[in-house]
Protein backbone atom coordinates (compact mmCIF):
# COMPACT_ATOMS: atom_id res chain seq x y z
CA UNK A 1 0.00 0.00 0.00
CA UNK A 2 1.21 3.43 -1.01
CA UNK A 3 0.77 6.55 1.22
CA UNK A 4 -0.26 9.99 0.43
CA UNK A 5 3.19 11.19 2.08
CA UNK A 6 4.75 8.97 -0.05
CA UNK A 7 3.12 9.90 -3.33
CA UNK A 8 4.23 13.88 -2.57
CA UNK A 9 7.57 12.78 -2.71
CA UNK A 10 7.25 11.39 -6.15
CA UNK A 11 5.49 14.85 -7.41
CA UNK A 12 8.08 16.64 -5.67
CA UNK A 13 10.39 14.35 -7.32
CA UNK A 14 8.83 14.35 -10.80
CA UNK A 15 8.08 10.85 -10.88
CA UNK A 16 4.50 10.76 -10.19
CA UNK A 17 2.37 9.10 -12.13
CA UNK A 18 -0.57 11.21 -13.24
CA UNK A 19 -3.68 10.83 -15.49
CA UNK A 20 -7.54 11.55 -15.94
CA UNK A 21 -10.05 9.73 -15.39
CA UNK A 22 -11.10 9.00 -19.18
CA UNK A 23 -7.11 8.06 -19.43
CA UNK A 24 -7.18 5.82 -16.71
CA UNK A 25 -10.03 3.72 -18.27
CA UNK A 26 -9.36 4.16 -21.44
CA UNK A 27 -5.30 2.41 -20.21
CA UNK A 28 -7.83 0.00 -18.31
CA UNK A 29 -9.80 -0.26 -21.72
CA UNK A 30 -6.43 -2.11 -23.36
CA UNK A 31 -5.26 -3.12 -20.67
CA UNK A 32 -6.99 -4.82 -17.91
CA UNK A 33 -4.29 -6.28 -15.82
CA UNK A 34 -3.71 -2.32 -14.67
CA UNK A 35 -2.79 -2.49 -11.21
CA UNK A 36 -2.39 0.25 -8.19
CA UNK A 37 1.59 0.28 -8.72
CA UNK A 38 0.86 1.64 -12.34
CA UNK A 39 -0.65 5.06 -11.31
CA UNK A 40 0.31 7.36 -8.72
CA UNK A 41 -2.83 9.98 -8.77
CA UNK A 42 -6.44 10.05 -11.11
CA UNK A 43 -8.04 13.27 -11.89
CA UNK A 44 -11.53 13.60 -11.17
CA UNK A 45 -13.91 16.23 -11.97
CA UNK A 46 -17.62 17.85 -12.82
CA UNK A 47 -19.22 20.95 -13.90
CA UNK A 48 -22.54 22.04 -13.89
CA UNK A 49 -25.87 23.66 -11.89
CA UNK A 50 -25.51 23.47 -8.71
CA UNK A 51 -27.62 25.62 -6.21
CA UNK A 52 -26.02 25.51 -3.40
CA UNK A 53 -23.30 27.49 -3.94
CA UNK A 54 -22.74 30.84 -1.76
CA UNK A 55 -20.40 33.53 -1.66
CA UNK A 56 -18.85 35.07 1.81
CA UNK A 57 -17.37 39.15 1.05
CA UNK A 58 -16.19 42.04 2.85
CA UNK A 59 -16.31 44.82 0.42
CA UNK A 60 -14.95 48.40 0.85
CA UNK A 61 -18.33 51.32 0.67
CA UNK A 62 -16.85 54.54 1.98
CA UNK A 63 -15.26 56.33 4.73
CA UNK A 64 -15.67 55.40 8.13
CA UNK A 65 -18.34 56.96 9.83
CA UNK A 66 -20.24 57.90 6.88
CA UNK A 67 -23.06 55.31 8.23
CA UNK A 68 -23.65 53.00 10.89
CA UNK A 69 -24.68 50.03 10.27
CA UNK A 70 -25.50 48.61 6.33
CA UNK A 71 -28.96 47.02 6.64
CA UNK A 72 -29.82 46.41 2.49
CA UNK A 73 -26.96 45.60 0.15
CA UNK A 74 -27.06 44.68 -3.61
CA UNK A 75 -24.27 43.56 -5.68
CA UNK A 76 -25.21 44.99 -9.69
CA UNK A 77 -28.44 44.51 -8.49
CA UNK A 78 -28.47 41.33 -7.14
CA UNK A 79 -29.66 41.18 -3.01
CA UNK A 80 -27.11 39.96 -0.30
CA UNK A 81 -27.51 39.33 3.76
CA UNK A 82 -25.21 41.57 5.48
CA UNK A 83 -23.84 40.20 8.15
CA UNK A 84 -22.82 38.19 10.28
CA UNK A 85 -20.58 41.49 11.54
CA UNK A 86 -21.93 44.54 11.66
CA UNK A 87 -18.81 46.30 11.03
CA UNK A 88 -20.45 49.20 12.77
CA UNK A 89 -18.82 52.58 11.58
CA UNK A 90 -16.46 51.39 9.56
CA UNK A 91 -17.66 52.36 6.17
CA UNK A 92 -17.37 48.60 4.92
CA UNK A 93 -19.85 45.28 4.67
CA UNK A 94 -19.23 41.66 5.39
CA UNK A 95 -21.82 39.85 3.74
CA UNK A 96 -23.24 36.83 1.92
CA UNK A 97 -24.45 36.11 -1.30
CA UNK A 98 -26.22 33.15 -2.41
CA UNK A 99 -25.57 31.88 -5.78
CA UNK A 100 -29.73 31.66 -6.38
CA UNK A 101 -30.05 35.17 -5.48
CA UNK A 102 -31.33 37.31 -8.91
CA UNK A 103 -31.47 40.77 -9.96
CA UNK A 104 -33.72 40.14 -12.44
CA UNK A 105 -34.84 37.11 -14.45
CA UNK A 106 -31.55 36.69 -16.68
CA UNK A 107 -28.53 37.91 -13.88
CA UNK A 108 -28.26 36.57 -10.68
CA UNK A 109 -25.53 35.73 -8.38
CA UNK A 110 -23.66 32.67 -10.68
CA UNK A 111 -23.27 35.78 -12.68
CA UNK A 112 -22.34 37.90 -9.95
CA UNK A 113 -19.61 35.36 -8.75
CA UNK A 114 -18.30 34.70 -12.26
CA UNK A 115 -18.02 38.72 -12.77
CA UNK A 116 -16.34 39.11 -9.69
CA UNK A 117 -13.30 36.47 -10.06
CA UNK A 118 -13.06 37.85 -13.59
CA UNK A 119 -11.86 41.13 -12.57
CA UNK A 120 -15.12 43.02 -13.47
CA UNK A 121 -16.31 46.35 -11.65
CA UNK A 122 -18.98 45.43 -9.42
CA UNK A 123 -21.69 48.25 -8.04
CA UNK A 124 -22.27 48.13 -4.42
CA UNK A 125 -25.49 49.45 -3.26
CA UNK A 126 -25.96 50.43 0.66
CA UNK A 127 -29.00 51.25 2.08
CA UNK A 128 -28.48 52.69 5.89
CA UNK A 129 -30.92 54.80 7.74
CA UNK A 130 -32.85 55.30 4.87
CA UNK A 131 -29.62 57.03 2.62
CA UNK A 132 -27.62 54.84 -0.07
CA UNK A 133 -24.42 54.84 -0.41
CA UNK A 134 -22.59 53.44 -3.46
CA UNK A 135 -19.67 52.31 -5.41
CA UNK A 136 -17.92 50.43 -8.02
CA UNK A 137 -14.91 47.61 -6.81
CA UNK A 138 -13.13 44.82 -8.17
CA UNK A 139 -12.48 41.48 -6.68
CA UNK A 140 -8.62 43.08 -5.72
CA UNK A 141 -10.82 45.75 -3.53
CA UNK A 142 -12.28 42.63 -1.19
CA UNK A 143 -9.79 41.53 1.00
CA UNK A 144 -12.01 38.55 1.79
CA UNK A 145 -13.58 36.38 -0.84
CA UNK A 146 -14.25 33.37 -0.16
CA UNK A 147 -16.67 30.89 -2.32
CA UNK A 148 -18.94 28.10 -0.34
CA UNK A 149 -20.71 25.08 -1.21
CA UNK A 150 -23.33 23.72 0.65
CA UNK A 151 -23.83 20.71 -1.44
CA UNK A 152 -21.86 19.85 -4.90
CA UNK A 153 -20.60 16.69 -6.99
CA UNK A 154 -23.30 14.47 -6.14
CA UNK A 155 -22.20 10.87 -6.94
CA UNK A 156 -25.64 10.48 -8.90
CA UNK A 157 -28.14 13.24 -10.54
CA UNK A 158 -31.48 12.51 -11.84
CA UNK A 159 -33.00 12.80 -15.19
CA UNK A 160 -36.17 14.48 -15.56
CA UNK A 161 -38.88 14.19 -17.89
CA UNK A 162 -42.70 15.67 -17.60
CA UNK A 163 -45.24 12.49 -17.78
CA UNK A 164 -48.42 14.96 -18.30
CA UNK A 165 -49.45 16.87 -21.14
CA UNK A 166 -49.40 20.22 -19.37
CA UNK A 167 -45.76 21.95 -19.76
CA UNK A 168 -44.26 22.84 -16.13
CA UNK A 169 -41.32 25.72 -15.75
CA UNK A 170 -38.08 24.16 -13.16
CA UNK A 171 -35.02 24.70 -12.66
CA UNK A 172 -34.62 21.47 -14.63
CA UNK A 173 -35.21 22.99 -17.98
CA UNK A 174 -34.61 26.40 -20.17
CA UNK A 175 -37.80 26.91 -21.38
CA UNK A 176 -40.90 25.06 -20.43
CA UNK A 177 -40.57 20.98 -20.06
CA UNK A 178 -43.01 19.23 -22.44
CA UNK A 179 -44.72 16.05 -22.25
CA UNK A 180 -46.12 13.42 -21.79
CA UNK A 181 -42.27 11.84 -22.37
CA UNK A 182 -41.96 14.31 -25.36
CA UNK A 183 -37.88 15.13 -23.88
CA UNK A 184 -35.52 14.64 -20.59
CA UNK A 185 -33.11 16.91 -19.11
CA UNK A 186 -30.34 15.56 -17.14
CA UNK A 187 -27.10 16.40 -15.02
CA UNK A 188 -23.92 14.64 -13.69
CA UNK A 189 -21.00 14.00 -15.94
CA UNK A 190 -20.61 10.42 -15.36
CA UNK A 191 -17.68 7.81 -14.90
CA UNK A 192 -14.95 11.19 -14.59
CA UNK A 193 -17.63 12.70 -11.48
CA UNK A 194 -15.28 12.44 -8.45
CA UNK A 195 -17.42 10.73 -6.03
CA UNK A 196 -18.37 7.94 -8.66
CA UNK A 197 -14.13 7.49 -8.69
CA UNK A 198 -14.14 6.63 -4.95
CA UNK A 199 -17.60 4.80 -4.22
CA UNK A 200 -16.18 3.76 -1.10
CA UNK A 201 -15.34 7.17 0.12
CA UNK A 202 -11.70 5.69 1.00
CA UNK A 203 -10.07 8.75 -0.10
CA UNK A 204 -12.06 11.85 -0.55
CA UNK A 205 -13.22 13.26 2.74
CA UNK A 206 -13.35 16.21 5.16
CA UNK A 207 -9.56 18.03 4.37
CA UNK A 208 -9.12 16.57 0.89
CA UNK A 209 -7.70 19.65 -1.31
CA UNK A 210 -9.70 20.28 -4.53
CA UNK A 211 -10.14 22.95 -7.53
CA UNK A 212 -13.04 24.28 -6.85
CA UNK A 213 -13.82 26.59 -9.69
CA UNK A 214 -10.40 26.17 -11.27
CA UNK A 215 -8.91 27.43 -7.88
CA UNK A 216 -7.46 25.92 -4.88
CA UNK A 217 -10.16 24.57 -2.35
CA UNK A 218 -11.08 22.31 0.72
CA UNK A 219 -13.80 19.81 1.30
CA UNK A 220 -15.45 20.91 4.35
CA UNK A 221 -17.63 17.75 5.19
CA UNK A 222 -20.29 16.07 3.42
CA UNK A 223 -22.93 18.47 1.87
CA UNK A 224 -26.77 18.60 2.53
CA UNK A 225 -29.44 16.03 0.87
CA UNK A 226 -26.15 13.58 1.27
CA UNK A 227 -26.50 9.99 2.18
CA UNK A 228 -24.45 6.97 1.80
CA UNK A 229 -25.96 5.99 -1.54
CA UNK A 230 -25.80 9.59 -3.29
CA UNK A 231 -23.43 11.51 -1.55
CA UNK A 232 -21.91 15.00 -2.50
CA UNK A 233 -19.46 17.44 -0.62
CA UNK A 234 -19.52 21.23 1.05
CA UNK A 235 -16.40 23.23 0.10
CA UNK A 236 -14.85 26.35 -0.04
CA UNK A 237 -11.98 27.73 -1.91
CA UNK A 238 -10.70 31.65 -2.14
CA UNK A 239 -12.17 33.15 -5.33
CA UNK A 240 -9.02 35.31 -5.68
CA UNK A 241 -7.56 32.39 -7.77
CA UNK A 242 -10.85 30.92 -9.21
CA UNK A 243 -10.91 31.01 -13.15
CA UNK A 244 -14.29 32.55 -14.36
CA UNK A 245 -14.90 29.99 -17.41
CA UNK A 246 -14.94 27.38 -14.51
CA UNK A 247 -18.06 28.71 -13.13
CA UNK A 248 -20.55 31.34 -14.40
CA UNK A 249 -25.06 31.26 -14.13
CA UNK A 250 -27.06 29.61 -16.41
CA UNK A 251 -30.67 30.84 -17.00
CA UNK A 252 -33.44 28.58 -16.47
CA UNK A 253 -37.47 28.71 -16.99
CA UNK A 254 -37.99 30.01 -13.90
CA UNK A 255 -34.39 32.24 -13.13
CA UNK A 256 -30.69 31.51 -12.73
CA UNK A 257 -28.68 29.31 -11.58
CA UNK A 258 -25.31 28.82 -10.50
CA UNK A 259 -22.71 26.81 -12.19
CA UNK A 260 -19.81 25.33 -10.21
CA UNK A 261 -16.98 23.38 -10.94
CA UNK A 262 -15.01 20.40 -8.68
CA UNK A 263 -12.20 18.62 -9.66
CA UNK A 264 -10.60 16.20 -6.87
CA UNK A 265 -7.53 13.89 -7.17
CA UNK A 266 -7.67 10.15 -6.35
CA UNK A 267 -4.55 9.01 -4.96
CA UNK A 268 -4.27 5.30 -5.62
CA UNK A 269 -2.91 3.66 -2.33
CA UNK A 270 -4.05 0.12 -3.35
CA UNK A 271 -5.92 -1.92 -5.74
CA UNK A 272 -9.41 -1.31 -3.68
CA UNK A 273 -8.67 2.34 -4.47
CA UNK A 274 -7.80 1.42 -8.26
CA UNK A 275 -11.08 -0.77 -8.45
CA UNK A 276 -13.45 2.16 -7.49
CA UNK A 277 -11.81 3.69 -10.53
CA UNK A 278 -12.66 1.45 -13.11
CA UNK A 279 -16.12 2.48 -13.25
CA UNK A 280 -17.70 3.22 -16.70
CA UNK A 281 -20.66 5.16 -17.63
CA UNK A 282 -22.46 1.94 -18.46
CA UNK A 283 -22.35 0.73 -15.02
CA UNK A 284 -23.54 4.25 -13.61
CA UNK A 285 -27.33 3.82 -13.22
CA UNK A 286 -29.44 7.51 -14.16
CA UNK A 287 -32.53 7.34 -12.48
CA UNK A 288 -35.58 8.80 -14.00
CA UNK A 289 -37.98 11.02 -11.97
CA UNK A 290 -41.18 12.68 -12.87
CA UNK A 291 -40.42 16.83 -12.34
CA UNK A 292 -43.75 17.06 -10.27
CA UNK A 293 -42.14 14.87 -7.12
CA UNK A 294 -38.74 13.45 -8.37
CA UNK A 295 -39.59 10.42 -7.40
CA UNK A 296 -38.07 7.81 -9.84
CA UNK A 297 -40.04 5.76 -11.91
CA UNK A 298 -37.40 4.40 -14.21
CA UNK A 299 -33.31 3.66 -14.65
CA UNK A 300 -31.53 4.87 -17.59
CA UNK A 301 -27.66 4.70 -17.75
CA UNK A 302 -24.74 7.47 -18.28
CA UNK A 303 -23.85 5.51 -21.15
CA UNK A 304 -27.22 7.02 -22.77
CA UNK A 305 -25.65 10.62 -21.78
CA UNK A 306 -22.21 10.78 -22.81
CA UNK A 307 -21.24 7.57 -24.29
CA UNK A 308 -21.53 7.26 -28.60
CA UNK A 309 -22.89 11.55 -28.03
CA UNK A 310 -21.47 14.90 -28.73
CA UNK A 311 -20.55 16.27 -25.48
CA UNK A 312 -18.94 19.28 -27.69
CA UNK A 313 -22.02 21.29 -29.45
CA UNK A 314 -21.24 22.93 -33.27
CA UNK A 315 -21.75 25.58 -35.26
CA UNK A 316 -21.92 25.60 -39.13
CA UNK A 317 -22.01 29.08 -39.95
CA UNK A 318 -23.23 28.19 -43.33
CA UNK A 319 -26.69 26.87 -42.33
CA UNK A 320 -27.32 29.82 -40.44
CA UNK A 321 -30.91 31.39 -41.42
CA UNK A 322 -30.30 34.64 -40.51
CA UNK A 323 -33.36 35.22 -37.94
CA UNK A 324 -34.38 38.54 -37.83
CA UNK A 325 -34.33 37.53 -33.92
CA UNK A 326 -32.31 34.37 -33.57
CA UNK A 327 -34.05 31.94 -31.14
CA UNK A 328 -31.04 29.97 -30.67
CA UNK A 329 -29.69 33.46 -28.49
CA UNK A 330 -32.57 34.33 -26.99
CA UNK A 331 -32.74 30.89 -25.55
CA UNK A 332 -29.15 30.26 -25.10
CA UNK A 333 -28.62 29.92 -20.86
CA UNK A 334 -25.49 31.52 -20.43
CA UNK A 335 -25.47 34.32 -23.28
CA UNK A 336 -22.86 32.30 -25.49
CA UNK A 337 -24.78 33.09 -28.98
CA UNK A 338 -24.19 35.96 -31.10
CA UNK A 339 -25.20 36.03 -34.82
CA UNK A 340 -21.55 37.75 -34.88
CA UNK A 341 -19.27 34.84 -33.53
CA UNK A 342 -21.45 31.82 -33.38
CA UNK A 343 -20.88 30.25 -30.34
CA UNK A 344 -18.79 32.01 -27.08
CA UNK A 345 -16.89 28.87 -25.98
CA UNK A 346 -15.98 30.26 -22.87
CA UNK A 347 -19.13 31.08 -22.35
CA UNK A 348 -21.05 27.94 -23.85
CA UNK A 349 -21.35 24.92 -21.55
CA UNK A 350 -22.77 22.58 -24.34
CA UNK A 351 -26.17 22.25 -22.72
CA UNK A 352 -27.83 21.42 -26.19
CA UNK A 353 -30.63 24.46 -26.34
CA UNK A 354 -29.47 25.85 -29.15
CA UNK A 355 -29.74 22.61 -31.08
CA UNK A 356 -33.29 22.48 -30.38
CA UNK A 357 -34.27 26.41 -30.75
CA UNK A 358 -32.29 26.76 -34.72
CA UNK A 359 -34.61 26.74 -37.25
CA UNK A 360 -31.96 26.31 -39.07
CA UNK A 361 -29.69 23.42 -38.05
CA UNK A 362 -26.53 25.93 -37.47
CA UNK A 363 -26.51 24.09 -34.22
CA UNK A 364 -25.61 20.36 -33.97
CA UNK A 365 -25.37 18.03 -31.36
CA UNK A 366 -26.37 14.01 -30.80
CA UNK A 367 -27.21 14.77 -27.18
CA UNK A 368 -28.51 10.89 -26.75
CA UNK A 369 -31.39 9.01 -25.67
CA UNK A 370 -33.21 7.93 -22.44
CA UNK A 371 -34.75 4.71 -22.65
CA UNK A 372 -37.86 4.42 -20.29
CA UNK A 373 -40.02 1.47 -21.00
CA UNK A 374 -40.90 0.72 -24.59
CA UNK A 375 -40.19 4.44 -25.50
CA UNK A 376 -37.04 6.31 -26.07
CA UNK A 377 -36.87 9.69 -24.85
CA UNK A 378 -34.59 12.36 -26.50
CA UNK A 379 -32.32 14.73 -24.56
CA UNK A 380 -32.83 17.96 -24.63
CA UNK A 381 -30.92 19.59 -21.94
CA UNK A 382 -27.85 19.38 -20.09
CA UNK A 383 -27.07 20.91 -17.48
CA UNK A 384 -23.70 19.56 -16.64
CA UNK A 385 -20.68 20.15 -19.15
CA UNK A 386 -18.84 16.74 -19.51
CA UNK A 387 -16.32 18.56 -22.29
CA UNK A 388 -15.14 21.53 -19.54
CA UNK A 389 -15.04 18.86 -16.76
CA UNK A 390 -12.84 16.74 -18.81
CA UNK A 391 -10.40 20.07 -19.27
CA UNK A 392 -10.75 20.39 -15.64
CA UNK A 393 -9.21 17.10 -15.04
CA UNK A 394 -6.23 17.85 -17.52
CA UNK A 395 -5.62 21.41 -15.78
CA UNK A 396 -5.66 19.73 -12.39
CA UNK A 397 -3.12 17.06 -13.71
CA UNK A 398 -1.12 19.36 -15.35
CA UNK A 399 -0.81 21.20 -11.69
CA UNK A 400 0.26 18.04 -10.31
CA UNK A 401 2.94 17.62 -12.92
CA UNK A 402 3.97 20.92 -12.82
CA UNK A 403 4.72 20.56 -8.56
CA UNK A 404 2.06 23.09 -8.06
CA UNK A 405 -0.50 20.93 -6.83
CA UNK A 406 0.36 18.56 -3.52
CA UNK A 407 -1.88 16.10 -2.27
CA UNK A 408 -3.88 15.81 1.42
CA UNK A 409 -4.78 13.05 3.23
CA UNK A 410 -8.52 13.15 4.14
CA UNK A 411 -8.99 14.10 8.44
CA UNK A 412 -12.08 12.27 8.51
CA UNK A 413 -14.50 10.25 6.87
CA UNK A 414 -17.01 12.23 4.45
CA UNK A 415 -19.76 9.96 6.23
Not at 13 to 42: F, H, P, S, W
Not at 127 to 154: C, N, P, Y
Not at 223 to 237: F, L, Q, V, W
Amino acid sequence: MKTIDAINRKIAEGNAIVCTAAELKQRIAEDETITAADVDVVTTGTFGVMSGTLAVLHLPVTTPGTFRHAEKVWLNGVPTVPGPCPNEGLGSVDLVVYGTARASSAYGGGHLFRDIVAGKEITIEVESSQKRFSRTVTLADMGHARLITTRSAFKNYLAVINTRPDPVQTIFSVKELTGPFREASVSGCGDINPLQNDPGLNVIGVGTRILLNGGTGYIMGAGTRSSREKPNIAAYGDMHAMQPEMMGGFVTSVGPECNTSVAIPIPVLDDTVLAGLRITNDRIPLPVADVRDRIPFATASYADVWDGTDPVISFSPGACVRCDSCPAAQSCPTGAITLQAGIDPLLCVNCGTCVRECCGGAFSGNLGVLPVGTMKVPITLRQSDRARALRLCVHLKDLILDRKFSLTGKMEDLL
